[in-house]
Structure formats: structure tokens, C-alpha cells
């Protein structure tokens, strides 16, 4: 692998895999590492540049592998850690980043950790690894995450005769963070990824961390004091590896995860996601524009993560309660695709399979300030199933080609983990990466196009924003800029065409080129740059000197 440069995470793009459903390479109907490392090639030609693994270690699986029972090994069923090892450098050899989830918050309850505390004596050390109580009105200012499937954050064990505290499944009891221990043995296990040659950890709900009476337990100073001390040692032991927050919360609280340049490198940013669902419905900027108005900066070693989706359902927390209900209105009007608070699809249905908006939505994940993470599928725009329980209907198989099981694996179809995906307007046998392959207008050859363009400018990476008046509050522009790369990106959010009046004055006398055809546009001679785009439309402009 090419020498680390230390930031590197701002220019990535990351593709978001579940190892488990992308290739089957032993035909167990389940994927795995093997068959991800055969299918390195494929993402390094469509351009992504870092790997995002979903849960890969041991777990009865009942929350896809967040409920974690052994922090140091493998999945039976996704390989062994030599086929994880031989992926890391197969992913190294091309230039690619891996990253890994560090489920540092909670444990399955199957964990020894768990099992040696709910049979321990009150007040012996090993109890005090998870959190304990007799009253269950304990931290009752916690919110319930998991609204639909949980009534409360304290479940009783009859064995250890006390509740224990979860922030998510009752099968998934927090680790108790006051205890030195735990501290030391969530380090341990960053040392164990970051030795075997990981290249960056996503911190799987790391805002609950710790709990004080009186306060609603997200966020809380204590989780940052510890986020220092993580990042120190990342820092002496691990130079150039990357920490990503998921701190699903207000810019304001989500940018403290960034602390001074002293706690993680990347964070999700959270409440821009379903911003852009919502400028696309309204046909307007505003939403856009303002949260990242609100957004403060951040030091200037750290980046944002942007996404569209997810494997989790679109979560609609980081919006007032109005705009939930307008976006469940306009984009769950099946109730069977709500989910706690947020709504269980994918990309393309969301979109209504409507390729102008897909392209759209995917120019605004590619161009606005941070580090776009693409889910895996979209770049074909697969469909769900809301037929499949919790969020299983956005992880189904990955779509390869027309052949049985979509050539994701050769088992008998009743034994795939997750069926595919056969609604008439996504079937497995149109929608898939080699029919795609074939069609130099796909989606996939789009999504390819666009993801080269960008690799050349470092501005979408790393450059300042200055937003631009376009004379309607239907068209996004704005101006990216880094080192003397300079590009100039126009939406048009409304389903109209519409003649647009930017104001470039500050770029006067440059040249806009267009992205895609490299065509030249007039100089820039003042204020009023007059544009049209048609509907749904948009451009990537270099601005060149003429
Ligand atoms: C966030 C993960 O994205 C989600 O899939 C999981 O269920 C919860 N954390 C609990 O680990």
C-alpha cells in the first residue's frame, strides 16, 4: 500500500458493504470475506477508494452483528481472520482503506463478558462490567431508541437478580464505562484491528456511552474524556488511522465528536441526510442550505461523512416533529415502511425509481462538503422488500447478474440468508451489475463516470464552500474550492426547467468547463451568469483561468 497520508479519509469515497449479503464464494446461500475479496476489482473500477465492513465478528446475529459475543475473531460464516487478512491486503494492494465497526457501547448478551457479570456477586469487579439496577426508573430522561421492539432500557435477569441497562435490544446490554476495566478492554480490541493493518473504525452509537442521573445520557462530558483518551493512543500507537463517529445528533452536538481536533476524525453528519429528501420534495434549497448554516466548522483535520442511506432504516430523529410527518407523508406512504423513526427503504425506491432525482440526490452526496459513503447496491439502484422483518428489506443479496440467485451465490435459493429482491420494477434479473455492465447509459456507468470525475479535483475532498445565488430557491450552486481547484456545482431541484441568474462576480474572468464533456462555457464577465437546467437537472463545472 502507498504511504499513509494522514488525512486520507478526505478524499475517500466509501462504499458501505454487508460482507454477508455482497458474494457467496463457498455456496452457503450466506456471503463472506472471500467473497468480497473477489469482488475488489469491481468496486476499484466503479472508484471507490475505502471499504466500510458491517459487523464481521462473532454474534448470535440478532441485530446483524452489533450484538457482538467476541471481539478478536470472525464470523464462521463470513471466513476466518486469515480470509480476513488476505482480503486487508488484497484491499491494500489496490489502494483501497478498510474500515471496521468498533460496537464499543453494548455486547450481545452471549458475551463472557455478560455471562461472567449476571452470575457474579454484587459488587465484585466482574458484575460491574454492564450496568445494574434494582429500580428500573433509573436515567429515566433516556430516550427509547428501538421505539417499536422496546418498552424500556432495563431488562431483569433473573440470574443476576437486577435489571441491566440497553440502549438498544434487550439482547444487547451496555457496557458500564465507569469501569476502568472496560475502558482497557475496548482499547484492547482497537489495538487488535488496528494491529492486524484496519485503517479506520466506526464507533457504532458512541453518544451513550455513559449514563448520569438528570440528563438524557447522549453525549455526556464523560464520553468525550474517553474519546481523548482513545484518539491519544490512536495518535502514538496507530498514526493514520481514522476514528468515524456515528452520533446520530444536532450539528451542534455532533460536531463536539470532532472535539478540538482531539476525538474523532470523521462523524456522520446526521441532520444534512434527510435534508436533502426533503429539498427534493419541496423543490427548494432551503433545507439544505440552512442546516449547513447551522452547522459550525469543524478543525481543520477533520471531515463529515455524508450519506443518503443506510442499512438502517432513513432516520428521521434530526428533524422537528412537522417535517417527520411531512417526510413520512411524502416518502413512507406504505406504513409498512415505517421503522421506529425513520423509514426502512432504498435509495431508488425513495426516488420512485426515478432516474433524474437518483442522479440528482447522488450529484448532492458527490459534491457537498465532506466524505461521501455510497450504500452498497445504490450504484445499481436496487430495490427492497418491505415483506422482510426490521431492516433485512435494504439488505438483501447483491444483484450480479441475470443467472440463478442473481450470481450472488450457487445455492439452492430457499437456502440464500436473505431472499432476493424480485418486485417487477427491481428484479434481480434487470437490476444487477452485469446487465448494467452492458448498457453504457445504466446507472452503474453513470455512478463510475461521476466518481472519476471527482477523483480528479480535490476541492469535493478537501475544498472551502461558498454558496451562490442562482436567483431561484429552486437551484443549488456553490463553489468548491482547494489550492487553485476551483469547481462550480448548479442544481436544479424543481421538476421544471428553469433559467438560472448565478452570481459569479467573485470568479470573474474564469472559464467554466463542464465535468462530464470537458465543453467550455462563456468567461464569466460579472454578476449575472445566465444558466438553464432542465428538470431535475444539474452541472459540475471546473472553473478554469482563461
Ligand atoms: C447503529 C447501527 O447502525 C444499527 O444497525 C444497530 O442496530 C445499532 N447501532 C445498535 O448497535
Given amino acids: 500500500m502507498s504511504a499513509r497520508s494522514a488525512d486520507w479519509y478526505k478524499d475517500a469515497v466509501i462504499y458501505e458493504v454487508r460482507v454477508r449479503s455482497f458474494f457467496d464464494a ?60 488476505i482480503m486487508l491486503d488484497a484491499a491494500h494492494e489496490r489502494g483501497m482503506r478498510v474500515i471496521m465497526e468498533l460496537v464499543l457501547n453494548h455486547t450481545s448478551d452471549q458475551h463472557p463478558w455478560f455471562q461472567r457479570a449476571r452470575s457474579a456477586q454484587r459488587g465484585h469487579p466482574d458484575r460491574d462490567w454492564y450496568v445494574w439496577s434494582d429500580d428500573p426508573k433509573r436515567y429515566k430522561g433516556a430516550r427509547v431508541v428501538f421505539k417499536d421492539f422496546e418498552k424500556s432500557n432495563w431488562t431483569w435477569d433473573e440470574q443476576a437478580g437486577a435489571h441491566y441497562w440497553h440502549r438498544f435490544y434487550h439482547h444487547q446490554p451496555d457496557l458500564n464505562f465507569d469501569h476502568p476495566t472496560v475502558r482497557e478492554a475496548m482499547l484492547a480490541v482497537v489495538d487488535h484491528w488496528f494491529g492486524l493493518g484496519v485503517d479506520g473504525l466506526r464507533l457504532d452509537a458512541v453518544p451513550y456511552l455513559y449514563e448520569r ?39 451542534e452536538d455532533a460536531v463536539k465528536y470532532f472535539g478540538k481536533g482531539d476525538e474523532c476524525h470523521m462523524a456522520f453528519h446526521f441532520p444534512l441526510m434527510p435534508r436533502l429528501f426533503m429539498a427534493m420534495r419541496l423543490e427548494e434549497r432551503r433545507p439544505i ?56 427503504r432504498r435509495l431508488a425506491p425513495l426516488l420512485d425509481n426515478d432516474r433524474r432525482r437518483i442522479e440528482l440526490m447522488s450529484s448532492l452526496l458527490f ?68 446487465v448494467q455492465h452492458a448498457n453504457e447509459s445504466s446507472l452503474l456507468h453513470w455512478t463510475r463516470r461521476l466518481l472519476h470525475l471527482r477523483a480528479r479535483h480535490p476541492a469535493f475532498g478537501r475544498g472551502s464552500t461558498v454558496f451562490v445565488d442562482a436567483g431561484t430557491y429552486h437551484a443549488l450552486a456553490f463553489v468548491r474550492e482547494h489550492e487553485g481547484d476551483r469547481v462550480l456545482v448548479v442544481c436544479n431541484l424543481s421538476r421544471y426547467t428553469r433559467p438560472l441568474t448565478l452570481d459569479l462576480a467573485r470568479w470573474k474572468g474564469a472559464v467554466p468547463v463542464e465535468l462530464f464533456g470537458r465543453v467550455k462555457f462563456p468567461p464569466i464577465k460579472g454578476g449575472g451568469y445566465p444558466l438553464t437546467l432542465g428538470p431535475r437537472g444539474f452541472c459540475w463545472f471546473a472553473l478554469e483561468t482563461a
Fill in 289 to 344: 442550505t440552512e442546516i449547513l448554516a447551522r452547522t459550525p466548522d469543524i478543525p481543520t483535520n477533520c471531515q463529515w461523512a455524508l450519506f443518503l442511506r443506510n442499512h438502517d432504516e432513513l432516520t428521521l430523529e434530526m428533524v422537528t416533529a412537522d417535517e417527520r410527518d411531512y417526510l413520512w407523508k411524502e416518502y413512507a406512504k406504505d406504513p409498512q415502511a415505517r421503522l421506529n423513526m425513520g423509514i426502512r
Fill in 26 to 85: 463457498n455456496d452457503d446461500g450466506k456471503g463472506d470475506l472471500r467473497g468480497l475479496t473477489s469482488k475488489l476489482d469491481y468496486l476499484k473500477d466503479l472508484g471507490v477508494t475505502a471499504l466500510w465492513l458491517l459487523p464481521i465478528c462473532p454474534s448470535p446475529m440478532r441485530d446483524d452483528g452489533y450484538d457482538i459475543s467476541d471481539y478478536r475473531n470472525v464470523h464462521p460464516d463470513v471466513g476466518t481472520l486469515e480470509d480476513f487478512r
Fill in 367 to 434: 459534491s457537498l462538503p465532506g466524505t461521501p459513503v455510497l450504500y452498497y447496491g445504490d450504484e445499481i439502484g436496487m430495490g427492497d422488500d418491505l415483506n422482510l422483518g426490521d431492516r433485512n428489506g435494504v439488505r438483501t443479496p447483491m444483484q450480479w447478474t441475470p443467472g440463478p440467485n442473481a450470481g450472488f451465490s450457487s445455492v439452492d435459493a430457499s437456502k440464500l440468508l436473505l431472499p432476493l429482491v424480485g418486485d417487477p420494477a427491481y428484479h434481480w434479473q434487470t437490476v444487477n451489475v452485469s
Fill in 213 to 251: 442521573e438528570g440528563t438524557d445520557c447522549e453525549n455526556l462530558p464523560e464520553t468525550h474524556e474517553f474519546l481523548r483518551q482513545l484518539r491519544a493512543r490512536v495518535d502514538a500507537l496507530w498514526p493514520g488511522r481514522m476514528l468515524l463517529a456515528e452520533a446520530n445528533q444536532w450539528p
